[in-house]
């Protein structure tokens, strides 16, 4: 019987237990794993293969894998043939998953089959190999390893299935083996193979009967203990699993080889076994045994056990991916850009052949040209070797000779018969020659440099990044320094066996490799000229060769290779397990460790890893990762010592072999020595400061006085500073700073010596810190803001209480504000804000003046009062003034609520009860400003835009009311008025400041639509909604002119220095200024004048706003001219605005388009109430209840028609059957129920 795992870092196999053996290890304690569950095998299924991440693998007598659930719920089929019809595999063996890929044997077809995570068949290897019975399959850190049974033998494979080689199997190297077995390591009859998380392989070989292990270069370490005839086996995280096949039931051993429990025998019920036909770990400790004469598969958990230490990791084997193929001519030399570029010699078209992305890009036939060699210098310049004209020429990107050297001969710079090209990093040109037998250098411009002369029929040259420089003569290769000098040679020897060179072609030096095309082969050496490994085989499957000819890296880990058997070009990654990093040292650090280590300047390595762990032997753990050679480890704990090791790791996610153990220990962190004291002398206190110490493990600072030979601490400091205070003036002290670490440790004390100083100010002191200028208009922000902040110091040595500050500005504050400090410590002080409730008084100011202020501190002494007093001068500005150092003042300015203005918008707004649009009322009252005769007029002392230039400017701004008065005002005089009537009818404004300018825009209230129109730049969307800006200086102009310029400014300025000021949102500081009451009449503006100075005025502004409004119905009306409802739309619109001849052609239109339309028969209907034409309204009411019976309003509107008309009855009788739709209208028309209440009770 033969079982299969399925497992990432925990194997698990079927295994026999004879319990007839002599030798029988102890079976451990019974109790170990419970019983869990069972469920049935899916239909067909013989051997349980192996589970994962909730997932088991089972075979089938069909010959088929069926995956399923831990509950037995079939999943997936994995497929038995591929796309063209043939077999996958025909009976399934082993099976294992790693590197993302479910990974079948079959010892049918002696090949191992690929799937992915959903099932999915990725190509099958192996078969090439010429196996006899490949029974089993385990994988660990990208190697595939496959037992075959017949040959007796572990082939190995990369993780997609390109060929490494045979494992050597070697006896152990230390030590001699016992009596017996001094060929024990070798195979017999082996059955089954995994291998653990370290790596070490597992191999069940059944003529001994024996678990035998092995490190990964093959060489024997131990067996497990013998326990009779085994049948199979399974390598979990924490131990090992054998199953008896005779007494049914499964051991586990530890990795040390004890016996740990055991669990199952042999019986019908739950828990036994009618046979063990599978056996799966799963990573949470579920055991599943399959049990094909029962029908089921058994679930145990299990208890678990230590897992293996990973660290440290031993070295592993490097092995090569295939990563495609393109297919192409005859290609004997290939060189890559190293990005998407590749250049070739087609021998047989005797061109140069450019791929690009794997397809034909390029093809250069060269007249009176043999190419034999191409090589790409640092630009990309494309070189190719002569071999009819004997010379090197350098080609375009067009495939035209630009430059040439050499010819025929056998000197410096000749050639005879020249074979190979290669360009260094450097930019030196190597040309092999093989009628002269050397090797000759050349510079970048082709001036010769060099050569190397009695070489052995030189055919190919390849320059490792570090210019050592590989020559492949006949059968060898010979290695020389950059200097030219030879350092090494890889040649044949007596008994090197796969590390002899038979037939070589072509090489290609690497930063630590030389790889060699040796017939279908490629074999690769150290620099040194070491042999380190092979790979690839004989075929045309992936990653297999027939007739390579040549082979060009084009990155640190991707290379290419040409085949002539199979007209290809294959591409290959080699995934480097980089060597353990050397030289590391820990030297201790404060409550930290810095490693370091030797940098292997290796171009494949990405990262370092480090581990750690307070124990020698056990317990690292992963904590950090370095990109370059060192790492600080910090934070740790002071006197521990800790043990590291270290790791590199390839971009690729291959982690190397670990480094040799070091450890330190993590240092208590001392403090130095408190410096750069420095002390600010007080009359009672003396306060002290010094540079801080840069630690996180600092604790505090301690200052000590001395007492003879005593220090007595008198305070202690987190901060770099400490004040002591209760001291006698103008007397000596000596004090003593010490700092103290986390760790209990003190540095040696600093001592200072100070003075206090002569006591000569008032005790309780009032310093000015700031006093501002007040703005008169803005009175009211005081309140909040204060006007400035004064210090309050305690110069005397005792505590004061009950402290208070009293401050007034006489004549323009009603009480003085008054501040109190509860306690105010010697030597403390503290800062006060002068808060100031002015009263308007402060508005009649008419000339910018100094002002006294008075300052008042006071706190009782022993229960009489001590007063200190103050008197700053402070300017207040009168009323007009501003400062723009804040914008939003300018918005105390702008006073909707003064009843002078209010005034005059209501009188001007009576005049047009009908009108409740916001851009016509605006226009309205635009105009209305130029009938009264305002105008603009230039501030010849101080225009706003030197203002506006500079904040520290003041500028003089009207208020409305005396812009109405006066009649004139500057462009910011002119924006506050007309802003202010504008707000105090409701409409929103916004204030908007360009470079030496200032105007404003107002809310129309009309929605913006999605696609941002603006009539032409005309309106402004903000705020999602249609906005007017408007040039206030215009005034006396009609209204659209001032319209047209403002909106010109707007989109001059917008996004180059345009400013908007909200107006609200200023108030909210910024309160508009409460004026005195005025007795001066303002001038009235009579409609007729309006109308008669801007007489087509009002019909325009509703045409475009009237257009506003419907945009957007009649764009749909345009796109649909039967479009009813937006007929309608428009019809709405125009009614609300007040054109009812407009509304009315709307309306009929809807009708038109659709006379049972009851909505726009009830408009209509209501447009004839508006023109008191009520016979035709009850008409058009009564044809829309008709249409539209339970319409509660329409009834209402026919009810009011009646009732003009006289009709009573009629009109009773609508509002009846309103009211029997709706019982609530008698509440909402209360006036018309009353009316008609004499019947409808």
């Known amino acids: 019987m033969r079982i299969f795992r399925i497992a990432f870092f925990v194997f698990c196999l079927n295994a026999g237990f004879s319990a007839q053996a002599a030798e029988q290890a102890p079976l451990g304690n019974l109790a170990k794993a419970d019983f869990s569950r069972e469920f049935a095998l899916p239909a067909g299924a013989q051997e349980l293969l192996g589970g994962k991440a909730g997932r088991l693998h089972f075979a089938t007598k069909d010959g088929g894998v069926v995956v399923t659930g831990l509950d037995g719920a079939v999943l997936m089929t994995l497929p038995a043939k591929d796309a063209k019809g043939n077999a996958i595999f025909k009976k399934p063996r082993s099976a294992t998953i790693g590197n993302g890929l479910l990974y079948v044997v079959d010892r049918s077809l002696n090949q191992v089959a690929m799937f992915n995570a959903k099932g999915e068949y990725q190509g099958s290897f192996g078969a090439g190999v010429d196996m006899d019975d490949a029974v089993g399959v385990a994988t660990h850190e990208g190697i595939v390893y496959v037992l075959d049974k017949g040959d007796k033998r572990i082939q190995m494979f990369g993780s997609n299935g390109v060929y490494i080689n045979m494992l050597e199997l070697r006896p152990a190297s230390a030590g001699k083996p016992a009596k017996g077995e001094e060929e024990i390591h070798l195979l017999r009859s082996p059955t089954d193979i995994q291998v653990d998380a370290r790596g070490l392989i597992y191999v069940l070989d059944s003529d001994d009967d024996l678990v035998k292990v092995y490190k990964p270069s093959g060489e024997y370490v131990k067996h497990l203990p013998r326990n009779g005839h085994l049948a199979s086996f399974a390598v979990a995280?924490?131990?090992?699993?054998?199953?008896?096949?005779?007494?049914?039931?499964v051991q586990k051993y530890s990795f040390d080889d004890k016996p740990v429990y055991r669990f199952g025998s042999k019986g019908k019920d739950k828990a036994q076994f009618k046979s063990i036909t599978g056996l799966a770990v799963m990573k949470d400790r579920q055991v599943v045994v399959g049990d094909k004469a029962k029908g089921v598969a058994s679930v145990f958990v299990a208890d678990a056990g230590e897992a293996l230490e990973e660290v440290p990791k031993s070295i592993t084997r490097r092995f090569v991916q295939w990563t495609g193929e393109f297919p192409a001519a005859v290609i004997t030399k290939l060189v890559s850009d190293g990005a998407d570029l590749l250049y070739g010699i087609n021998s047989d078209e005797k061109e140069v052949v450019r791929f690009k992305n794997g397809a034909v890009d390029a093809q250069f036939k060269l007249k009176d040209v043999k190419p034999v060699g191409v090589a790409l210098d640092k630009s990309g310049g494309v070189w190719v070797l002569d071999d009819k004209k004997s010379r090197v020429i350098k080609l375009d990107d067009k495939g035209n000779i630009v430059s040439s050297f050499g010819s025929s001969?056998?000197?410096?710079?000749?050639?005879?018969?020249?074979?190979?090209?290669?360009?260094?990093?450097?930019?030196?040109?190597i040309v092999s020659d093989s009628g002269s037998d050397k090797v000759q250098i050349f510079n970048g411009d082709g001036i010769f440099q060099n050569e190397i002369a009695k070489l052995d029929n030189p055919l190919a040259v390849s320059v490792s990044p570090q210019e050592t420089l590989f020559v492949l003569e006949d059968g060898k290769i010979s290695i020389y320094s950059p200097q030219g000098e030879k350092v090494g040679a890889i040649s044949k020897e007596p008994d090197g066996g796969e590390a002899n060179l038979d037939s070589p072609?072509?090489?290609?030096?690497?930063?630590?490799?030389?790889?060699?095309?040796?017939?279908?082969?490629?074999?690769?050496?150290?620099?040194?000229?070491?042999?380190?490994?092979?790979?690839?085989?004989?075929?045309?499957?992936?990653?297999?060769?027939?007739?390579?000819?040549?082979?060009?890296?084009?990155?640190?880990?991707?290379?290419?290779?040409?085949?002539?058997?199979?007209?290809?070009?294959?591409?290959?990654?080699?995934?480097?397990?980089?060597?353990?990093?050397?030289?590391?040292?820990?030297?201790?650090?404060?409550?930290?460790?810095?490693?370091?280590?030797?940098?292997?300047n290796l171009p494949y390595i990405k990262q370092y890893a480090i581990y750690r762990s307070k124990e020698e032997n056990s317990g690292f753990v992963r904590v950090a990762t370095s990109l370059r050679n060192e790492y600080v480890d910090r934070g740790l704990e002071a006197d521990g010592k800790y043990f590291y090791r270290v790791g590199a790791e390839t971009a690729l996610g291959y982690e190397g072999a670990s480094s040799a153990l070091v450890n330190a220990v993590a240092r208590k962190f001392m403090p130095p020595v408190v410096s750069e004291?420095?002390?600010?002398p007080g009359s009672w206190q003396l306060k002290m400061t010094w540079k801080p110490v840069e630690s996180d493990y600092l604790s505090a600072y301690r200052i000590y006085q001395k007492d003879g030979d005593v220090f007595t601490k008198v305070g202690e400091s987190v901060l770099p500073e400490f004040v002591k205070s209760g001291l006698a003036a103008n007397s000596r002290y000596t004090y003593y700073i010490s700092a103290l670490s986390k760790d209990g440790l003190e540095s040696e004390k600093a001592v200072v010596n100070a003075t206090t100083s002569v006591f000569s100010k008032a005790p309780l002191e009032i310093e000015i810190v700031k006093l501002t200028d007040i703005f008169s208009n803005s009175y009211k922000i005081y309140e909040q803001d204060g006007v400035g902040v004064v210090k309050l110091t305690n110069n005397t040595d005792k505590l004061m209480e009950g402290v208070k500050l009293a401050f007034t500005l006489k004549d323009f504050m009603d009480y003085a504000t008054e501040t109190n400090v509860d306690k105010l410590l010697p030597g403390q002080s503290?800062?006060?804000?002068?808060?100031?409730?002015?009263?308007?008084?402060?508005?009649?100011?008419?000339?910018?003046?100094?002002?006294?202020?008075?300052?008042?501190?006071?706190?009782?002494?022993?229960?009489?009062?001590?007063?200190?007093?103050?008197?700053?001068?402070?300017?207040?500005?009168?009323?007009?003034?501003?400062?723009?150092?804040?914008?939003?003042?300018y918005a105390a300015f702008i006073t909707p609520k003064d009843p002078p203005l209010v005034a005059f918008t209501r009188s001007v707004l009576t005049q047009y009860s009908e009108v409740h649009d916001e851009s016509l009322i605006a226009s309205v009252m635009y105009n209305a400003l130029g009938v009264l005769g305002l105008t603009y007029v230039k501030d010849p002392s101080n225009p706003y835009q030197l203002s506006r230039s500079g904040a520290n400017v003041v500028d003089y701004v009207q208020f409305p009311r005396e812009t109405l008065m006066h009649k004139a005002g500057d462009c910011d005089d002119l924006v506050a008025f007309y802003s202010a009537a504008l707000e105090s009818i409701g409409i929103e404004t916004r204030v908007l400041e360009v470079p030496e300018h200032m105007l404003m825009m107002f809310s129309t209230d009309i929605p913006a639509e999605a696609d941002g129109w603006n009539n032409d730049d005309m309106y402004v969307v903000y705020e999602g909604k249609l906005w007017i800006p408007v040039e206030t200086t215009m005034v006396g102009n009609k209204f659209v002119a001032a319209w047209e310029k403002g909106a010109a400014t707007y989109y001059k300025w917008a996004g180059k220095g345009l400013t908007i000021l909200d107006v609200r949102t200023a108030w909210a500081t910024y309160k508009p200024a409460s004026l005195p009451e005025s007795k001066d009449k303002q001038g009235e503006v009579k409609k007729a004048d309006i109308d008669k100075k801007f007489p087509t005025e009002f019909s325009s502004m509703l045409t475009i706003s009237s257009n506003a409004k419907t945009h957007r119905y009649r764009e749909a009306i345009e796109k649909n001219p039967n479009d009813a409802e937006a007929y309608h739309q428009v019809g709405i619109v125009l009614a609300k605005m007040g054109d009812i001849k407009g509304s009315m052609k709307y309306f009929d239109k809807v009708i038109s388009l659709d006379p049972k339309n009851a909505a726009a028969l009830n408009n209509r209907g209501n447009l004839f109430m508006i023109l008191d034409r009520y016979a035709e309204a009850e008409q058009s009411y009564r044809e829309a209840a008709t249409i539209n019976p339970e319409d509660t309003y329409i009834w209402i509107n026919l009810a009011k028609a009646h009732r003009s008309l006289g009709d009573m009855k009629g009109a009773k009788e609508a509002f009846r059957k309103a009211q029997q739709l709706d019982p609530g209208v008698k509440?909402?028309?209360?006036?018309?129920?009353?009316?008609?209440?004499?019947?409808?009770?």
């Open 677 to 680: 004291i420095k002390v600010e």
């Open 505 to 600: 072609k072509d090489l290609l030096a690497t930063v630590d490799e030389v790889m060699v095309l040796d017939k279908n082969r490629v074999k690769v050496y150290t620099h040194k000229g070491k042999y380190l490994r092979s790979f690839a085989i004989k075929g045309k499957g992936r990653g297999e060769l027939i007739e390579p000819v040549s082979i060009a890296g084009k990155d640190e880990v991707t290379f290419y290779i040409a085949e002539e058997g199979n007209k290809r070009i294959q591409t290959f990654v080699t995934q480097y397990k980089p060597s353990a990093p050397q030289q590391v040292v820990a030297d201790a650090g404060v409550h930290a460790i810095r490693l370091r280590w030797a940098d292997p």
């Open 1227 to 1241: 509440k909402k028309f209360k006036a018309l129920a009353l009316e008609l209440t004499s019947t409808l009770e």
């Open 830 to 889: 503290v800062e006060i804000p002068l808060k100031a409730v002015f009263n308007n008084n402060i508005l009649t100011v008419t000339e910018d003046s100094s002002v006294q202020t008075m300052l008042e501190a006071s706190y009782f002494d022993n229960g009489k009062p001590q007063i200190f007093a103050k008197n700053p001068t402070i300017k207040v500005y009168e009323k007009h003034k501003l400062m723009w150092d804040q914008r939003e003042r």
């Open 409 to 429: 001969g056998s000197g410096a710079g000749q050639f005879d018969d020249p074979t190979d090209i290669a360009i260094s990093a450097s930019g030196r040109i």
């Open 237 to 249: 995280q924490d131990g090992i699993y054998l199953v008896d096949g005779d007494g049914l039931f």
